[in-house]
C-alpha cells in the first residue's frame, strides 16, 4: 500500500486546505473582506503540516509531540529540509508562527513585528505569514515521495526503505 494510500485523511487535509485557499486568493485590495477566512486557512495549514510530519515519522512520534519537535526529528533524519539556511532557527521561525496562530497570541506576534499594534500586525504582515508557511508546508510535501513516503533522491528517484 502506498504512503497516499495509508493516509487518506491527509488527503482530505489538502483538498480541504486547496479549497479554502482558492477561496481567500479571489479577493483582491478592496473587495469586502465577509468570505475571507484567513484565520481558517493559517489552522489549516498547521494541521496539514502537522498531520504530514507525523505521518512522515509514523510510528516515531508520541501524542506529546508538536510541531518544534516534529520538524527537528524530520530534519534530523534527513526526511525534509526547511528552505533556511540554518535549519534550527527555520524550525524556530515556524514554531513561532504556530504558536502565534494556535495560541491566538496576537499580541506576542505584534511585539515581535517591531512593537506594532495588533491591528497594525493584522494589516502588514498576518496574511503574508499564513502564505509563508503554506508555502512551505508545499515546500516540505514536495521532498517525499507520495508512493513510498520516503525522500526523493533525485527528481524521479524515491529513496530506497531501510
Keep these: 500500500m502506498t504512503f497516499k494510500a495509508r493516509h487518506p485523511e491527509l488527503q482530505h487535509l489538502v483538498r480541504e486546505l486547496h479549497l479554502l485557499r482558492n477561496n481567500n486568493l479571489r479577493f483582491k485590495e478592496g473587495d469586502p473582506r465577509d468570505g475571507l477566512m484567513l484565520f481558517a486557512e493559517a489552522g489549516l495549514v498547521l494541521l496539514v503540516l502537522e498531520r504530514f510530519l507525523r505521518a512522515i515519522l ?3 512520534v508520541t501524542d506529546g509531540d508538536a510541531l518544534y519537535n516534529l520538524l527537528q526529528r524530520a530534519v534530523s533524519r534527513g526526511l525534509v529540509r526547511v528552505p533556511w539556511d540554518d535549519q534550527e532557527d527555520g524550525i524556530k521561525k515556524l514554531k513561532d508562527v504556530r504558536n ?4 491566538g497570541n496576537y499580541e506576542q506576534a505584534a511585539r515581535q513585528a ?8 493584522f494589516k502588514a504582515q498576518f496574511a503574508s505569514e ?5 508555502k512551505v508546508t508545499d515546500h516540505l510535501m514536495r521532498q517525499i515521495d507520495h508512493a513510498t513516503g520516503r525522500p526523493w533522491l533525485s527528481e524521479h528517484e524515491p529513496q530506497a526503505q531501510p
Design 100 to 103: 502565534t496562530i494556535l495560541h
Design 114 to 121: 517591531g512593537g506594532v499594534s495588533i491591528g497594525a500586525y
Design 130 to 134: 499564513v502564505e509563508a508557511m503554506f
Design 58 to 60: 509514523d510510528p516515531d
